[in-house]
């Protein structure tokens, strides 16, 4: 099984179909919390969720992504991942969510950073984008804290149930962030 401690508390767990029924109480009992910036939130079902981590666990085995869970003290607390890896241009992009009562204690963050870490040292990519709805301020937050460039805005980039909302591109390329994990007080 792949794991990767974050600290004492947290860590990341590919997703296996182990973990389905877990993932599944969490996105069902946060339904309404997640709705608001998630497009699949309404056709989450205990199979879907199954469909979803087959789906990940194939892009794993394909060498084009991974899908892992975020579990803090040892209870799932969302997901996180890295999605359609670009091998010809080294690029990729992750996508994260958290349930409501996880929020706020730092877990997405140090996910995410040991993630772009990894994409960066052991999959040698060169570049790694996060994406998020221009008014989702929680999960702007996190590569903006993480100092990802704001590199523009995609316009009714996702269909949200009922309207289109436009998307904020961050980036961050492996030279910069080598820099920053080596000079951490100059940014």
């Not at 903006?144 to 149930?161: C, D, I, P, T």
Request: glycine share 6%; charged share 25%; with cysteine.
């Amino acid at each position: 099984m792949l794991s990767y401690k974050i600290n004492d508390d947290t860590q990341l767990k590919l997703l296996e179909l182990r973990y389905a029924e877990e993932l599944y109480k969490l996105s069902d009992k946060d339904r309404v919390y997640l709705r608001e910036w998630l497009p699949w939130v309404d056709a989450t079902s205990i199979e879907n969720i199954k469909n979803f981590i087959q789906f990940n666990l194939k892009a794993f085995a394909d060498n084009n992504g991974m899908s892992l869970g975020i579990f803090y003290k040892d209870k799932i607390a969302g997901c996180i991942g890295l999605h359609n890896i670009d091998w010809g241009n080294r690029k990729t992009s992750i996508g994260y969510w958290l349930g409501n009562e996880y929020q706020g204690l730092g877990i997405m963050t140090k996910a995410c950073k040991l993630l772009i870490d990894y994409a960066f040292n052991e999959l040698m990519l060169n570049r790694v984008e996060i994406r998020a709805a221009e008014f989702n301020m929680k999960s702007r937050a996190i590569p903006e804290r993480l100092k990802f460039m704001n590199e523009g805005k995609v316009r009714q980039a996702e269909w949200l149930y009922d309207h289109f909302v436009d998307h904020v591109i961050f980036g961050m390329l492996k030279e910069d962030w080598n820099k920053q994990q080596l000079n951490p007080n100059d940014n």
